[in-house]
């Protein structure tokens, strides 16, 4: 039982950096696949450590 609980916690419980991406890209509704590009540039540089 505590694995199935510590299993949910790790799939619901945590938000991730690529669910953070995602939400940054749908926020700002892009038209093409540049601007979805453009935008995970700009995400990376401004928002990440890499």
Request: positive net charge.
């Amino acid at each position: 039982m505590t694995r199935l609980l510590s299993l949910l916690r790790n799939v619901f419980g945590k938000q991730t950096q690529s669910n953070d991406l995602e939400r940054f890209i749908n926020r700002r509704n892009p038209k093409t696949h540049g601007e979805v590009e453009a935008l995970t540039r700009y995400y990376l540089y401004h928002y990440t450590r890499l």
